[in-house]
C-alpha cells in the first residue's frame, strides 16, 4: 500500500494524511488557523524530514500570512491557538492495527523572531514526537491545494474541502454521516447549533458555498431526517470534480479580492435568468425564488446518485 510520504506536491495539492484531515477536537480554530496549519505541514512534508525524530523546521512569516495585508498580530493569535488546542487523531496501531485514539497538540513548539517586522523574521516549529510515527504510517491522504484553503473565511468550509478531497480517489462519491460525527469532523463547538435551522444557516451553507465557489470540486449535502420536523440524525454528502466554466469560474474568483467575495459568490450560485423569447418581450410578473444550481449534466444529481447507490450501482468516484 502506497505511504503518504511517497507523494510529492504537484499542482492538486500537498498530500495531507487522512489522520490530520478527520481530527477532532479542533473547534477552537478559525479559518485562518487551519490555513497556517496547513502551510506548516506542507512545509514539513515538502522537506522529506516529517518523520525525522528532533526536527525543527524554519518557514519566513510571510509565508504563512493568507493575505500580504494581514499583521503579524493575527498571525501570532493563530500560532497561540494552534498550540494551546488538543485534538483527537484516529489511527492504527503499529502492533496488529488495533484502531486507537492519540490525544495530542498539533505542534511541539513555536519559536518566533522577536523583531517580526524585519523582512527576514521566521517562525521555527516542531511536532509532537508521538504523532510522527502516526504520520509515518499514513496510507490514506487528501490532496490540499494551498491557495483554496487560503482563499476560504469558513472554518466549516475548509474542513469540509478537506473531507472531501481525503474521499476523492474513492470509488464512490457518496458518503452518510451520523451528525454527531460530521459535527466533530467539521469542528462545529459542542452545545452550539444544535437547532436544525442553525446548524444549516451557520455551518452547512457557508461551508457549501465556499467549496462550490472557491475548490476544483462541487459538493451537495442532504441532512437526513425520520420526518420534516425530527431532528438531523445524519448528513449525506455527495460530490464530483469540476471541469470547463465551472473549473474556470473557480479559478478566476481565487484572484480576486476577499472583500465581497460572500457576494460574488452567491451571485455565482444564482441560474441565469431565463432570456426573452425572440421577437417577442419578457413576461412581467413576479420573478420566481432563484434556485440553486444543479450539478452538472455529466455529473449524478444528489437524490439519483443515492438511488444508483441503494440499487449497487453507485457512480464511480474521480481519481
Not at 481530527?23 to 480554530?29: D, K, S
Not at 493575527?74 to 492519540?102: D, I, N
Request: aromatic share 6%; charged share 25%.
Amino acid at each position: 500500500m502506497s505511504s503518504t510520504l511517497d507523494q510529492k506536491t504537484n499542482a492538486v495539492g500537498f498530500p495531507k494524511a487522512g489522520e490530520l484531515i478527520e481530527i477532532t477536537g479542533a473547534h477552537e480554530l478559525e479559518a485562518s488557523d487551519r490555513a497556517v496549519l496547513n502551510l506548516l505541514y506542507q512545509h514539513a512534508h515538502d522537506s522529506g524530514l516529517l518523520v525525522k525524530d528532533g526536527t525543527e523546521w524554519e518557514i519566513p512569516m510571510t509565508a504563512l500570512r493568507p493575505s500580504q495585508h494581514e499583521s503579524n498580530d493575527r498571525l501570532r493569535a493563530s500560532l497561540v491557538r494552534l498550540m494551546r488546542v488538543v485534538v483527537t487523531v484516529p489511527f492504527l496501531s503499529a502492533e496488529g492495527g488495533e484502531p486507537r485514539y492519540l490525544h495530542t497538540h498539533l505542534f511541539d513548539f513555536f519559536d518566533v523572531s522577536a523583531n517580526e517586522r524585519a523582512a527576514s523574521a521566521t517562525v521555527r516549529f516542531g511536532l509532537p514526537k508521538k504523532l510522527q510515527p502516526v504520520l509515518a504510517r499514513s496510507s490514506r491522504w487528501g490532496r490540499i491545494k494551498a491557495e483554496t484553503v487560503c482563499a476560504m473565511t469558513s472554518k466549516y468550509a475548509i474542513a469540509l474541502y478537506e473531507l472531501v478531497q481525503l474521499r476523492s480517489g474513492l470509488d464512490r462519491c457518496v458518503e452518510t454521516f451520523p451528525i454527531d460525527r460530521f459535527r466533530d469532523l467539521l469542528g462545529v463547538p459542542p452545545g452550539k447549533l444544535l437547532r436544525g435551522p442553525d446548524f444549516s444557516r451557520f455551518c452547512i451553507e457557508p461551508a457549501l458555498l465556499e467549496v462550490n465557489g472557491l475548490s476544483d470540486v462541487g459538493v451537495q449535502a442532504k441532512l437526513v431526517r425520520a420526518h420534516g420536523r425530527a431532528p438531523i440524525t445524519a448528513v449525506t454528502l455527495a460530490w464530483w470534480r469540476k471541469e470547463g466554466d465551472a473549473f474556470r469560474a473557480t479559478h478566476a474568483e481565487q484572484q480576486q479580492p476577499k472583500q465581497g467575495r460572500t457576494a460574488r459568490l452567491r451571485r455565482m450560485a444564482q441560474p441565469a435568468p431565463p432570456s426573452a423569447p425572440t421577437g417577442g418581450k419578457a413576461r412581467r410578473g413576479k420573478p420566481k425564488k432563484a434556485k440553486a444550481p444543479a450539478a452538472p449534466a455529466q455529473q449524478l444529481d444528489l437524490v439519483d446518485a443515492l438511488a444508483a447507490q441503494e440499487a449497487g450501482g453507485g457512480p464511480a468516484g474521480t481519481k
